[in-house]
């Protein structure tokens, strides 16, 4: 699903530069060109080599960003006007003990931004940690201590002491606050857990009485104990920092837990507390950070109280990396065009990079990994992106944005277009999506998402667009949950998901996983265009009003389109409850609400918890199980609602290949002639080959590593192995 783009060409002041029209937003992008033809003083040097009492010449450059950025203030104090600016950083590693900061002080112009940026060809590394030096490392050797490592580890694992080498602040064991962790090549390290691929499962939930005895409980949400059918817990006896991570009751939460005890005879746990959703057999949960359980290369532990690292080393000729920077490695706070781009940010214990506030800040063609919690945070602003860039084995989310006004309805104009995100949410597995998204009027498109153990996209607000994105393998270590998700309020309208193609995502265990997740009455969303391949429930609308599911192609799915009346059977619908708050909130029944949703000016007129005015029109089902999702979903206590609560029209459903141009190759165009324009001769053509990246002059890599494959370990059935792109 990858291509390219033509660039169009305008001259400014003599200098050619490219542009790209990212919907209503026309950006100034290729300005390489630009700041070569500007005077020499315009442009400032940074080098390894360099000090920062030079003049930041190429000759005399400067060794650090901040010298670089010092002297840009300090010109155009002394010069105000003076145009843009570009920071060439010279190839190397530049490891960071501080944020790299900029501010409005430090903004640039419209057409002539203040840009950092590597030397042509070279490879610039902003590292937010330590490397692992050999000479640390020596052969384990203590007879207690290989006593309890595998046997197949004595003699692998090496040890060391990192109090020796001045570190000392480890952090604590946590899903997601800032830790010491280990990385090497950009990828996580895991912490020595067991098993190592996959999971153990609760047998029987027991519940402790006053007596301290454990007894058998059905289904108790508050019991602390459990049962467990593997032997392997025997041998944890003596570890002392042993955390526990599961889903203990639900497929959509997850919690560490620390153990109390372990009865290896009656083959029970006891945690220190019951877990936040209780426990409930059949659930799933790991051990982590156990000394014993290191037994493959990469894997590590560390003695938080004598400051020894254990580890299995890696592949031999990589460089290991630990992680010591708490605070972003680089945060614009109000700055105006300004341009970071095409540089690799890497081991940190938080966040990666901070875009908040201002205006026209853009990150470009960066790669962004080995990132302790969220890789991009962007905070409120305007025309904001981030485009082009790589984004992997981060702890928590991708890219987390805010910023538009969803009281007055106006657009943020930020976007996050063409980037390649995968192998994230590595802690805390759930609500950590590839992109996250809060307020009003952003856009994404164009990325490509991937492997990953909960939500590719997740969004709350209004007038979002969600289109053109290739997503596979994601929802791989859940349940109950979606690739695309929203939930819970009737006010986030007008949000549009078009043009995606969706495939290959495991079926899950209990409840399954779903497409596009319209969960507890979200309403309002535009499902259009798209394709489905592969997966249980493409779209799923959980009580909501005023969904639109249009132009859709379903392919080998279950449940192609799911309605429920839920919103009339549970009590957190009732009047007094936070859906009706929310109404209020935004003055659902007075502009812009009113004028831009006029069906939620009337929802009270009508009965807010009945799902009305739902549409699912010109779609194509084949080889899938369709039923009609209106009459699934009517029982007895709703017959006297007389309209119906989805408008079901030229909907196709065949198990005829309808036309399809390689269908054994993922190509799901439809030709000239399929039968679908003739059985549907309102369809519109689906833009399936400009699904997914595209290469540009700000592509992090190309080709990217898609990453298709079958062999990833999940819950559900397998899935069937995807080819590789083109």
Not at 95 to 116: C, E, I, K, M, N
């Amino acid at each position: 699903m990858m291509k390219t783009r033509d660039w169009a060409a305008v001259r400014v002041g003599g200098c050619l530069i490219s542009i790209l029209t990212l919907g209503c937003l026309t950006l100034e992008l290729e300005i390489g060109d630009l700041f070569a033809a500007l005077q020499e003083q315009r442009v400032l040097y940074v080098a390894t080599h360099g000090d920062d009492a030079n003049p930041g010449t190429p000759e005399a450059p400067f060794a650090t960003l901040e010298a670089a950025r010092d002297a840009i203030r300090a010109r155009k104090q002394n010069e105000p006007g003076v145009p843009g600016f570009i920071v060439l950083v010279g190839e190397g590693d530049y490891y960071r003990t501080q944020t790299f900061q900029l501010g409005q002080a430090d903004s640039g112009q419209p057409y002539a931004p203040v840009v950092y940026r590597p030397y042509p060809g070279g490879e610039v590394r902003l590292i937010g940690g330590v490397e692992l030096e050999p000479d640390w490392c020596t052969r384990v050797r203590d007879p207690a201590i290989l006593e309890r490592l595998p046997e197949i580890a004595r003699g692998r694992v090496v040890q060391a002491d990192l109090k020796a080498q001045g570190l000392e602040d480890y952090g604590e064991m946590s899903i997601s606050g800032p830790m010491l962790e280990l990385f090497c090549n950009g990828k996580r390290l895991p912490l020595a857990r067991y098993p190592n691929d996959g999971w153990m499962y609760i047998d029987q939930v027991l519940k402790t009485g006053d007596s301290g005895q454990t007894q058998l409980v059905d289904e108790d949400k508050q019991g602390q104990a459990f049962q467990y059918t593997d032997a392997r817990p025997g041998r944890w006896l003596d570890a002392n920092e042993l955390e526990l991570h599961g889903f203990w009751y639900f497929g959509w939460t997850d919690e560490h837990c620390k153990i109390d005890h372990i009865d290896p005879e009656n083959k029970t746990i006891t945690l220190d507390h019951v877990p936040g959703g209780g426990m409930r057999k059949g659930q799933w949960f790991r051990a982590l950070n156990l000394l014993e359980e290191i037994d493959q290369p990469g894997e590590w532990y560390l003695d938080r109280a004598t400051g020894v690292l254990y580890l299995w080393p890696p592949w031999s000729k990589h460089h290991v990396y630990l992680s010591t920077l708490g605070e972003p490695l680089l945060a614009l706070d109000g700055a105006e065009h300004v341009t970071f781009r095409d540089m690799t940010l890497e081991v940190t214990r938080g966040v990666g990079v901070v875009l908040g506030g201002g205006t026209h800040q853009l990150l470009a063609g960066c790669t962004l990994r080995a990132i302790g919690s969220t890789a991009v945070v962007m905070d409120h602003g305007t025309y904001n992106g981030v485009l082009g860039c790589d984004i992997h084995d981060a702890g928590m989310m991708g890219i987390r944005l805010s910023g538009g006004n969803r009281y007055t309805l106006q657009p943020s104009g930020n976007y996050i277009v063409n980037n390649h995100i995968h192998h994230y949410a590595q802690r805390k597995k759930v609500y950590q999506p590839a992109v996250r998204l809060y307020g009003c009027g952003h856009r994404v498109a164009h990325n490509l998402i991937h492997d990953a153990p909960h939500q590719a996209i997740g969004y709350d607000g209004n007038d979002h667009v969600i289109e053109f994105n290739e997503i596979h393998h994601v929802v791989l270590e859940s349940a109950d949950a979606g690739v695309l998700y929203t939930g819970c309020n009737w006010t986030w309208r007008g949000n549009v998901v078009r043009h995606n193609f969706i495939h290959h995502i495991p079926h899950g265990p209990g409840l399954g996983t779903v497409g596009v997740y319209l969960d507890d009455c979200c309403s309002s969303t535009d499902i259009i265009g798209n394709v489905f391949y592969d997966m249980l429930k493409p779209t799923f609308i959980g009580g909501g009003r005023d969904n639109t599911i249009a132009n859709n192609l379903f392919i080998e799915c279950e449940v192609p389109v799911y309605l429920d009346n839920r919103g009339l059977r549970w009590d957190h619908f009732r009047p007094d409850g936070p859906m009706y708050d929310e109404l209020k909130r935004v003055h659902h029944d007075q502009p812009p609400y009113a004028e831009r949703y006029p069906a939620l000016a009337r929802i009270l007129d009508e009965i807010p918890q009945a799902p009305l005015g739902n549409v699912c029109i010109n779609n194509v089902s084949y080889n899938s199980t369709w039923r009609d999702p209106e009459q699934f979903c009517r029982d007895t206590s709703d017959k006297h609602i007389d309209r119906p609560y989805m408008r079901l029209e030229n909907n196709y459903i065949t198990d005829n290949d309808p036309g399809f141009l390689d269908p054994a190759a993922m190509d799901f165009a439809l030709k000239d002639d399929s039968v679908v324009y003739q059985e549907i001769p309102d369809f519109q053509p689906i833009p399936f080959h400009n699904i997914g990246l595209y290469q540009d002059a700000y592509r992090a890599t190309w080709p990217p590593d898609n990453q298709k494959r079958d062999d990833r370990p999940g819950l559900g059935s397998p899935n069937a192995q995807a080819p590789a792109s083109p």
